[in-house]
Every structure is written in C-alpha cells, then in structure tokens.
C-alpha cells in the first residue's frame, strides 16, 4: 500500500466553524507533513511530525492546530478561520532516509 | 534558506518530441536531495524522478531524465517522446538531508506548467 488518503476532498466552512481535516497512511512511515497550497501556487510547508512529535512549525497562525494521534493519522484541526485560508491542504509522508515524500489528494478548503 | 527557481513559467510542446524544463537552486549545504514532481489537473502531487547530491551519475526513469550539475546548482528534467498524459505543471523541490529522521520539508519552485500539443 504505497497510498496517503486525505479526508474529506472538500470542505466549506464558515469564519466561526471548528473543523478537522485528516490523513492518514500505512507505509510505515515516520515523518509526515502538512502542506498549503494556493491556486497556481507551489505548495508551501506548514508542519512537519517525526515520530508523532512537531519538529517543524513554520509559523503557522495558532487557528490551524495540528495533531498526531498514532504513527499513521495525521490531523489538522481548523478553527476561526478567514478567506484568505482557502487553499489546497495537501498531506504527504516520507520514510525519511530516501527522502521521497509521498502525497495524498488533497482536501479543498474554501472559507466563507 | 534554500531557494528553488523555475524561469520556465509555461512550456508547450508537440507530442512525440523531447522537451527540458529548467531548474536552478541555491544551498550552502553538500548532501541534499533534488526531485521532480508533477501535478496534474487532478490535483495529486506524484513524485517523476529523484536525485541525490552526493550522487554524480544522473537519474533515469523511462523516458524522463535530469542532468544534474552541482557545481553550477542546476537540475534540470528532460521529457523525451512526450505523450498527452505528461500536461500537468511540473515542480523542482529541494529537500536537505542532514536533518536526522528525514523530517525535513520539501522547498519547492514556483512550477513549469507543460502543454502537449497533439
């Protein structure tokens, strides 16, 4: 199973919602990432998790708060946020010596 | 901090021909590791071909390849007989590999977007 699947594929929400997106792998791997990426825009790094612990906030706002509950989920709660957040959130993982990061399809988020 | 340039914003080509999309970077680093991604309309971000630095010989994956010339930090990818399902935007990304554990995240350029034209 070389796949990394991301829930749900969209989602709007409101400024006031709290929501949660997921993802999830089971290769093994022992660092995974999140990723935003903006229309015709490269994706920019949010967060790097290595053996379920943070090692990388790349000063992400406190309303994206991520979490890693097990070795193969990686979640990333939403609360409060604005427009300017909608964007493709791209989850990826990577067994780390070869340094090839796998990933997932992507969930996009469009805030109202 | 690293950077990853793409000068190549948009390249179109004619299916069955070879085609190079250019990438330059900039490292103070020795031990890195350089890919290529594509991104179709579907969106999935999948992985064309790696390389690593310490590696001199350049990577070979069917009919894509790269000439990788460190001195010069240019890593560029070559598409031979282009087919319609290589349309997609392409990306450079950087990667170090000194971080122990491999958790370090991917620095991409700003993409080539590529048109195969039938």
């Known amino acids: 199973d070389t796949e990394v699947t991301q829930t749900p594929k969209h989602l709007v929400m409101g400024m006031t919602n709290k929501k949660s997106l997921k993802c999830e792998q089971h290769?093994?791997?022992?660092?995974m990432y999140w990723y935003k990426q903006k229309a015709k825009k490269p994706p920019e790094l949010m967060f790097v998790?290595?053996?379920?612990?943070?090692?990388i906030n790349e000063s992400v706002p406190s309303r994206f708060s991520p979490e890693c509950p097990n070795s193969s989920l990686l979640n990333l709660h939403l609360h409060a946020l604005q427009p300017e957040d909608s964007a493709l959130y791209l989850c990826?993982?990577?067994?780390?010596?070869?340094?090839?990061?796998?990933f997932g399809p992507g969930t996009r988020l469009t805030v109202l | 901090a690293q950077t990853v340039t793409q000068s190549q914003p948009e390249m179109s080509v004619q299916e069955a021909e070879t085609v190079t999309l250019s990438c330059t970077y900039d490292t103070s680093e020795s031990d890195y590791y350089l890919f290529w991604y594509k991104q179709p309309p579907s969106r999935q971000m999948i992985l064309v071909i790696r390389q690593e630095a310490y590696k001199q010989q350049n990577a070979t994956e069917n009919r894509f390849s790269v000439n990788f010339q460190k001195a010069a930090k240019s890593f560029s990818l070559k598409i031979s007989d282009s087919q319609l399902g290589d349309a997609a935007m392409y990306f450079c990304a950087y990667r170090s590999a000194t971080t122990g554990g491999g958790a370090d995240g991917l620095t991409f350029g700003k993409g080539t977007h590529l048109i195969i034209q039938p």
């Open positions: 990826a993982s990577s067994e780390g010596q070869n340094g090839v990061q796998f």
């Open positions: 998790y290595s053996y379920e612990k943070l090692s």
């Open positions: 290769m093994g791997h022992r660092a």
